[in-house]
């Protein structure tokens, strides 16, 4: 069975997220934070103040430039490091600050290497609308090697949001297991039940179909469910567990369900997708249209 997912080469990786000004990236630290304290381990925030790529390699910075430019980070940094302080009161995880001269896709992919999980807003200051995930999130939800975090706006918390469980899409594929350890483990430090909805069909039925037909299908997807849930009622028995089998739309079944959930936990790509596949139609259209936190999980990697 595939555990909690933990980078190596740390013995208590930390959390890492990215805040660039916006205020769904404070929200990002906000959760980060809480997430840290959760697992006991520290979270580090991190701002880029590097050029765009369009300024080309040959953009030239006064001393007053990188003053300003160093400045502002730290500016952004500090407003990061007073909301996560405040997101877990008396709770608090270890919290550094650095202000990066990398560029920020490169800089957050290579760090995915050795952090617990990487977390940011789903858009970041250049987003034209709310909801809308922006160019950095989408290219480290493609390529990091940790699980990410995405994390969307929201003016306030509701209280009730604690109380509700994990939400964990499961499809029966080798990458829905460690997207399950990390549900699992993400409910048990929540103290919260967790809901896996497995939907079995996402092919509309075009013609009707037997009794008999639909109950021999209704099982065999059942089965996939019990298998792939199997042995992790025994690790973690603190964590109560829904099952939801349904035939629809993968996308659909979960965002249904992701309305009562405090978390939605998906793999990258699951049944369908192909070896090297950096992120599937049901992870991307989820980060994009649900409205709580959501973790993407890749497989595992040799």
């Known amino acids: 069975m595939t555990g909690p997912v933990v980078r190596p080469h ?3 990786p930390p959390i890492l997220a990215a805040v660039d000004g916006s205020a769904v990236s404070y929200q990002a630290a906000a959760w980060a934070a809480d997430a840290a304290a959760l697992h006991g381990c520290g979270l580090h925030l991190v701002t880029s103040i590097a050029l765009p ?3 080309g390699p040959g953009a030239l910075l006064t001393d007053a430039d990188t003053d300003w430019m160093r400045s502002d980070g730290e500016r952004i940094l500090t407003e990061a490091a007073r909301v996560a302080h405040t997101a877990a009161p008396g709770e608090e995880p270890p919290i550094s600050t650095e202000v990066s001269w990398s560029r920020i896709i490169p800089d957050l992919l290579e760090r995915s290497r050795t952090v617990r999980m990487l977390v940011l807003g789903s858009h970041g200051l250049g987003a034209l609308r ?12 493609r390529h990091a090697h940790c699980p990410v975090g995405v994390i969307h706006y929201r003016q306030t918390v509701d209280p ?3 109380s509700r469980p994990v939400l964990a899409g499961v499809d029966g594929s080798g990458n829905s297991r460690p997207a399950l ?5 993400e409910a048990s430090l929540r103290k919260v039940g967790l809901t896996a909805v497995h939907a079995w069909s996402d092919i509309p039925v ?8 639909e109950t021999a299908m209704r099982d065999s997807e059942e089965m996939v469910l019990a298998e792939s849930m199997a042995g992790w009622s025994e690790q973690y028995p603190d964590v109560s567990v829904q099952r939801i089998v349904v035939q629809d739309r993968p996308v659909r079944a979960l965002l249904e369900q992701a ?3 405090q978390l939605v936990v998906v793999g990258s790509h699951g049944r369908g997708g192909f070896a090297g596949m950096l992120l599937g139609a ?6 994009h249209s649900v409205g709580c936190p959501i973790v993407v999980v890749r497989a595992e990697e040799s």
């Open 160 to 162: 009730t949001d604690a």
């Open 181 to 185: 350890a990390v549900a699992f483990q």
């Open 206 to 213: 075009t013609r009707p179909m037997s009794a008999d037909w």
């Open 130 to 141: 709310r909801g809308l995930v922006g160019s950095v999130t989408t290219a480290v939800l």
């Open 53 to 55: 790529a369009e300024y």
């Open 10 to 12: 740390q013995p208590n």
């Open 282 to 287: 049901t992870s991307n259209a989820l980060v």
């Open 259 to 261: 309305e009562s959930a």
